[in-house]
């Protein structure tokens, strides 16, 4: 029923973790309402692994969540401006996160125990093969790619970087949702 007027949602819930998400979401609140936007939707789901549910779970996170998310967003906006068009964007080396990690002076021990806590206990990625990885979910990437742009770069750059990819046009969906009703976006 809630998920009935919804479509982009229901898209959403064909996915299994990010049912996952909306459950614990559900579980979470004593009056449950579906986030009106997509920005606000993913924003929650990243709020949730990151944050909401280990704490439920009592587990404590040795790596700082507030790390973890600069590292992803490093990474993420990264990813999918330097891949080819014929490139996977979503793929992710040990190297790219390390740089990232020690730009905010987390030691390279820490990058490792990150790593492994980013995959079991938030399941934000996942490995793929040695010391690659890549998003649980394409458009988790995008939004925290999205966030990092938001920061970090002029419209102007956003577009130059995105506007050409089909593939990549859910970054410059999410930028416009994060930056609100800044002059910026308008321009975009």
Do not use: W
């Not at 990151?50 to 790596?63: D, N």
């Not at 390279?108 to 790593?115: D, H, I, K, P, T």
């Amino acid at each position: 029923g809630m998920l009935s007027g919804e479509p982009e949602t229901r898209d959403l819930c064909r996915n299994p973790l990010l049912l996952t998400i909306l459950t614990g979401l559900y579980l979470e609140s004593e009056r449950f309402e579906l986030p009106s936007s997509r920005e606000r939707f993913y924003s929650e789901c990243l709020n949730e692994l990151l944050e909401r549910r280990p704490a439920r779970r009592t587990i404590e996170q040795k790596v700082d969540p507030r790390h973890k998310k600069a590292v992803l967003q490093r990474a993420a906006l990264d990813g999918l401006k330097s891949c080819r068009e014929d490139a996977d964007p979503e793929a992710l080396r040990r190297k790219d996160f390390l740089v990232h990690a020690k730009s905010r002076g987390l030691s390279e021990e820490q990058v490792s125990v990150m790593l492994d806590e980013l995959v079991e206990l938030n399941g934000i990625i996942k490995p793929t093969g040695e010391d690659a990885y890549v998003f649980a979910h394409r458009t988790i990437q995008e939004h925290l790619a999205a966030h990092e742009a938001a920061h970090e770069c002029l419209p102007a750059d956003v577009l130059e970087n995105f506007a050409g990819r089909t593939e990549l046009y859910g970054v410059i969906h999410f930028y416009c949702g994060c930056a609100g009703n800044n002059p910026q976006v308008l321009e975009v």
